[in-house]
C-alpha cells in the first residue's frame, strides 16, 4: 500500500531545529523555531506557570474527558483575555472552542467554514507562516494570496492588499496577524489597520485573525486591538488564539478558535457543528495546559504575575532588537538598522538570499529560516556580537 509515498524534505521550520540539535558545534546559534529563550538559551517553564500547574495537579481529582468544546473555565478566560474586559454583548453571540493549539485552532476554523461554505476562499498575505496554507486548505478552503510585504521598505505594501480586498467577493475569508507578524515582524500601522477593516466591513469579508504571540508585541491588550476593532465593526469572525508562546505551553497544544456571529442562536449552531468536526478530528482536547491557563486567569494574582512575567520576556527581546541594530551599525557604518527595532515580536525577516542563509549555518553555525526568518529571541549577549557582525554586511540597502 504504501509503496507510492516516496520520502518528504523536511519541515521547512521543525526541520532546521531538528539540525539544530544534532549540531555538535560549540558556536550553534538558533534562530529558526519560534520559541522565546532566555539569556542562558533556554527555554524555561514560566515561575507562574510552574506555580499554577502544581497548584493544579495537587488539586486535580480526575483525569476524565474534557467537554468536546473544552474546559468552561478556560473558554471564559481565553475570550476576555483576547477581546478584554468590556466584552458582555459579544460573549453571547460567540462560540469558543479549546483547541489542540494555535493549530489546532485554525484547523478547526477551516473545518467549521467548509460546513457553512463548501469551496470558501482565504486570502493569505505573502509571505506568511508557512503551516497556514496547509493547516487552511487541509480544512477544505481554497487559498488566494496577496502581497503583503515590501522587502526594500521593509513595510506592509498597503496599496496591493486594500486591492486584493476590493476584488475579493462578499463572504470571502481574510487571514489576519494580529499582531508579531511571523515572519516579517512588520505589522500594519493603527491606520493602516483602519483601511483594512474598512474595505473588509464595506466589501463583507469575513476576517480569519490568528493571534499567537499575544503579549510579545507590546502587551496583551495592545496586541489584541486590531481584533476587538474588528469585533466592534462587524458581524461575523473569527480568531485562532495560540497559548504556545505567552504561557509557554509549546508542548501542551494549548489554543482556542473564537467564532464572532450575527446571534446567540447562530453562536450555538456553530459550536454544535465545531463540536462535531472536533469529534471526527480528534474527539476532545487535551486538558493539561488548557487548566493551567485557567488557573492563571481565574485568579486576580496569578494572571499579574504573569503579566508580569510576560511584560519582562517582551522586554528582553526588545533590548535584544536594540542590542543587534547597534552591533549590526557598529559592524556596518553608515548603514540605518533602525528598522530592526521598530518591528513587534521574535521574528525578524532578514533580507538576505538563501545562499547566504545556507552558508551562515554552514560555515558559521548559526541556523535561521531559509527565507532568512530569524527569532531574534535566539540572540543572547555570548552569540549577539557574532550574528551582528556576520549578518551586517549580507544586509540588503545602503
Ligand atoms: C514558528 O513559526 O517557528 C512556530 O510557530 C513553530 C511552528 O510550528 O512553526
Redesign the pocket.
Known sequence: MFATLEQLPP?P??GLSAAFREDPSPDKVDL????YKDRAGNTPVMAVVKEAEQALIAAQATKVYLPAAGSPGFREAIFRLVMGEDTQDLRPRSAVLQAAG??GALRLGAELVQRAQPGATILLGDPT???HGPLLSGGGLQLARHPYYDTATRSVVLQPVLDALESAAAGTLVLLQASCH??TGVDPTPEQWGQILEVIVARRLVPFFDI?YQGLGVDPDTDAWPIREAARLLPEMLVAV?S??NFGLYRERTGALLVLAQDRGRASAIESHANKAARALYSMPPAHGALIVETILTDAQRETAWRNELAGMCAHIRGLRSRLAEGIMAARPGYDASWITRQQGM?SLLGISRDEVNSLREQHHIYM?YDS?A?LAGLNQDNLPRVAELVAPLLPGD
Open positions: 519541515d521550520i521543525l529558526s523555531v519560534g520559541v494555535g493549530c507562516w508557512p503551516n511571523n515572519p499567537a495560540s504556545s508562546k521574528f529560516g526568518r527569532n
